[in-house]
Nanobody, 119 residues
Framework: QVQLVESGGGLVQPGGSLRLSCAASGFTFSHYAMNWYRQAPGNQRELVASITATQRPTYSDSVKGRFTISRDNAKNTLFLQMNSLEPEDTAVYYC?????????????WGQGTQVTVSS
């Protein structure tokens, strides 16, 4: 079955950096787009960055220029390099993909990793 396991979160000071990883299994990783979402307390889950199967990235306006999404298809791993972190980036970060069976879309989520930006 599809499994997504995030790691790399933690506590960092404003202006610092973190690199999140998501280990994927149970599907042909290289064939599917992958996404990073985040959810702060009291907020809805929001899409932060996406990368297509052909390595094309897109970013939300709030992280553009600071975050970089990438993937290593040989290792079935998704990354999110986060630089110039701000307190507003504090959230639980989730790895996501979605698969179709016919017209039925199923979303898959990891357990999340906490990122806290604070002095």
């Amino acid at each position: 079955q599809v499994q997504l396991v995030e790691s790399g979160g933690g506590l960092v000071q404003p202006g610092g950096s973190l690199r999140l990883s998501c280990a994927a299994s149970g599907f042909t990783f290289s064939h599917y787009a992958m996404n990073w979402y985040r959810q702060a307390p009291g907020n809805q889950r929001e899409l932060v960055a996406s990368i297509t199967a052909t390595q094309r990235p897109t970013y939300s306006d709030s992280v553009k220029g600071r975050f970089t999404i990438s993937r290593d298809n040989a290792k079935n791993t998704l990354f999110l390099q986060m630089n110039s972190l701000e307190p507003e980036d504090t959230a639980v970060y989730y790895c996501n993909t979605y698969l179709y069976k016919g017209a039925q879309r199923t979303d898959y989520w990891g357990q999340g990793t906490q990122v806290t930006v604070s002095s």
